[in-house]
């Protein structure tokens, strides 16, 4: 799996073609997190997963306008688009 780092601490992941946005979502959060799949918490928690897929499942039969959908899970916002996940580490951005 690869992805990009930016100065910012994003991390930023493309969506493969063989794989749904919530297996991508799920794949970063892991790989990022350093946690396993039964150590993170449902991602329906954070945002509602039908829903999600068929935007995107629509999205990818017609022509539609640019999208991006952003939402906060544990120490991160994830935002993802057609093609791209982005991780952005909350945690030391927070006020204590």
Do not use: C
């Amino acid at each position: 799996m690869r992805f990009s780092q930016t100065d910012g601490g994003d991390h930023t992941r493309r969506i493969r073609s063989d794989e749904t946005p919530i297996e991508a979502i799920v794949q970063a959060l892991e790989s990022v997190s350093g946690r396993a799949p039964d150590d993170l918490a449902p991602l329906h928690s954070a945002v509602e997963t039908d829903a999600l897929e068929r935007l995107f499942r629509s999205a990818k039969d017609e022509p539609v306008a640019p999208f991006r959908l952003s939402f906060t899970y544990d120490d991160y916002e994830v935002s993802v688009n057609r093609s791209t996940v982005r991780l952005t580490d909350l945690s030391d951005r927070r006020i204590s």
